[in-house]
Protein backbone atom coordinates (compact mmCIF):
# COMPACT_ATOMS: atom_id res chain seq x y z
CA UNK A 1 0.00 0.00 0.00
CA UNK A 2 1.76 3.33 -0.64
CA UNK A 3 1.83 5.79 2.24
CA UNK A 4 -1.34 8.17 0.68
CA UNK A 5 -3.71 5.23 0.82
CA UNK A 6 -2.70 4.31 4.29
CA UNK A 7 -3.40 7.54 5.53
CA UNK A 8 -6.64 7.91 3.81
CA UNK A 9 -7.70 4.33 5.21
CA UNK A 10 -6.60 5.32 8.90
CA UNK A 11 -7.65 8.92 8.59
CA UNK A 12 -11.66 6.93 7.04
CA UNK A 13 -10.98 4.69 9.96
CA UNK A 14 -10.97 7.58 12.37
CA UNK A 15 -13.81 9.23 11.23
CA UNK A 16 -15.88 6.61 11.46
CA UNK A 17 -14.81 5.39 15.03
CA UNK A 18 -15.69 9.28 16.15
CA UNK A 19 -18.79 9.63 14.36
CA UNK A 20 -20.83 6.71 15.12
CA UNK A 21 -21.35 7.34 18.62
CA UNK A 22 -22.42 10.68 18.14
CA UNK A 23 -25.11 9.73 15.59
CA UNK A 24 -26.11 7.01 17.61
CA UNK A 25 -26.79 9.06 20.63
CA UNK A 26 -28.38 11.75 17.69
CA UNK A 27 -31.37 9.53 17.33
CA UNK A 28 -33.75 10.33 19.64
CA UNK A 29 -37.58 9.72 18.81
CA UNK A 30 -39.60 12.65 18.89
CA UNK A 31 -42.33 12.76 21.15
CA UNK A 32 -45.30 15.16 21.17
CA UNK A 33 -45.82 17.41 23.51
CA UNK A 34 -48.95 16.14 25.71
CA UNK A 35 -49.41 18.11 28.91
CA UNK A 36 -50.06 15.55 32.02
CA UNK A 37 -53.17 15.22 33.57
CA UNK A 38 -53.15 16.58 37.19
CA UNK A 39 -52.91 14.93 40.09
CA UNK A 40 -54.72 14.83 43.16
CA UNK A 41 -52.06 15.06 45.93
CA UNK A 42 -53.33 14.58 50.02
CA UNK A 43 -52.12 16.72 52.25
CA UNK A 44 -49.19 15.11 55.11
CA UNK A 45 -47.18 12.07 54.47
CA UNK A 46 -47.99 9.10 53.93
CA UNK A 47 -45.32 7.18 55.31
CA UNK A 48 -42.97 8.47 58.19
CA UNK A 49 -39.54 7.76 57.90
CA UNK A 50 -36.79 7.68 60.26
CA UNK A 51 -33.32 9.33 58.97
CA UNK A 52 -30.41 6.49 57.99
CA UNK A 53 -27.56 6.25 59.68
CA UNK A 54 -24.51 7.01 57.31
CA UNK A 55 -21.88 4.08 57.05
CA UNK A 56 -18.40 4.51 55.88
CA UNK A 57 -17.64 2.07 52.85
CA UNK A 58 -14.50 0.81 52.99
CA UNK A 59 -12.75 1.38 49.37
CA UNK A 60 -13.20 -1.93 46.78
CA UNK A 61 -10.70 -4.07 46.87
CA UNK A 62 -9.47 -2.32 43.13
CA UNK A 63 -8.96 0.78 44.62
CA UNK A 64 -6.48 0.14 47.66
CA UNK A 65 -4.66 -2.44 45.80
CA UNK A 66 -4.79 -2.25 42.25
CA UNK A 67 -4.53 1.03 41.53
CA UNK A 68 -1.28 1.29 43.44
CA UNK A 69 -0.14 -1.87 42.01
CA UNK A 70 -0.22 -0.40 38.50
CA UNK A 71 1.20 2.57 39.14
CA UNK A 72 4.00 1.23 41.14
CA UNK A 73 4.89 -1.42 37.71
CA UNK A 74 4.65 1.88 35.54
CA UNK A 75 7.15 3.62 37.56
CA UNK A 76 9.35 0.48 37.44
CA UNK A 77 9.08 0.28 33.83
CA UNK A 78 9.32 3.60 32.88
CA UNK A 79 12.59 3.49 35.10
CA UNK A 80 13.54 0.48 33.43
CA UNK A 81 13.11 1.80 30.01
CA UNK A 82 15.07 4.49 31.04
CA UNK A 83 17.74 2.56 32.16
CA UNK A 84 17.95 0.52 29.15
CA UNK A 85 17.77 3.61 26.80
CA UNK A 86 21.46 5.19 28.85
CA UNK A 87 23.02 2.10 29.17
CA UNK A 88 22.32 -0.44 26.12
CA UNK A 89 21.46 1.96 23.48
CA UNK A 90 22.69 5.53 23.99
CA UNK A 91 26.00 4.34 24.55
CA UNK A 92 26.44 2.26 20.95
CA UNK A 93 26.23 5.87 19.01
CA UNK A 94 29.03 8.63 19.19
CA UNK A 95 28.67 11.60 17.82
CA UNK A 96 31.39 12.81 15.50
CA UNK A 97 32.46 16.60 14.95
CA UNK A 98 34.76 17.18 12.38
Not at 2 to 23: N, W, Y
Not at 24 to 47: R, Y
Not at 62 to 77: G, K, M, N, Y
Amino acid sequence: MTRSLRVLTATLLVGLVLALPSAAMGQEEETEDVEPAPIAVESGAAVEVPPLDVVEETPPWTQRFLVPTILALTVVAIGGVTVYYLVGIKGRYTVSTE
